[in-house]
């Protein structure tokens, strides 16, 4: 079973709009990270944000956001005002505490912002 | 502010040949991981490494793969006898403590194999 699942392979967004990357997690661990990476095509990984099963608050780092429902198990990525350099692959990840620290990956989405 | 770098940037192959990727972590950090991306697919762990020895690794790391840190900085991801299946694009990562994040992530190398 896939323990992150990014339904949208690929997302579309005008500049200066806000977008959300969805990602879904399944775990028992009561205790874990969520994570965003970004992945422009030049290759690197880049860490956006991070977000603790026992955060009381959603993350932020600047423009980013993580909308995170517990309940629902799921953690979604909000980029608010957009810009073009965001178009890049967007990866959602998750570490459980309980047994490996080692993330695992969703599969991820596209993104692609339009002038 | 510090990075791990990765060399080559680019590494071209004829099948079954030895490759050797190189990896330098950040200097204060002491866990080290490789991890690998196939063109279009999603990232995998490959193993992680710490005091000297291999502390964790996945299905993906059989015997034609192995790590070595040779000396204080550099980190090596080997393969013995390259697969055409072996093309991808390889990421060093560290971190300073096993829990801590985020682990940061080299450019990564893509490895070719003809």
């Known amino acids: 079973a896939q323990k992150i699942t990014q339904t949208q392979p690929g997302m579309f967004v005008q500049e200066k709009e806000a977008v959300t990357l969805d990602c879904t997690y399944d775990t028992s661990d009561p205790s874990y990270g969520l994570f965003w990476y970004k992945q422009p095509s030049s290759g690197e990984m880049i860490f956006l944000i991070y977000?603790?099963?026992?955060?009381?608050q959603n993350a932020t780092e600047g423009r980013y956001s993580l909308n995170f429902q517990k309940a629902r198990k799921s953690a979604n990525l909000v980029i608010s005002a957009s810009q073009l350099g965001d178009s890049a692959m967007y990866f959602c990840a998750m570490r459980e505490s309980g047994g490996s620290y080692i993330p695992t990956f969703g599969r991820g989405t596209s993104l692609i912002v339009h002038p | 502010e510090p990075e791990v770098t990765q060399t080559p940037s680019h590494q071209v192959t004829q099948m079954g040949q030895e490759v050797i990727l190189r990896c330098v972590p950040i200097?204060?950090?002491?866990?080290f991981y490789w991890y690998r991306q196939i063109l279009g697919q999603k990232v995998e762990f490959l193993v992680s490494f710490y005091n000297n020895e291999i502390s964790e690794k996945s299905e993906i790391f059989d015997d034609q793969f192995s790590v070595e840190r040779p000396d204080g900085s550099n980190f090596t991801l080997k393969i013995r006898s390259t697969k055409l299946e072996d093309s991808a694009m390889y990421f060093c990562a560290s971190s300073a403590h096993l829990d801590n994040l985020p682990q940061h992530f080299g450019d990564g190398t893509r490895l070719s194999i003809l």
């Open positions: 200097s204060n950090h002491l866990y």
């Open positions: 977000q603790g099963s026992y955060d009381q």
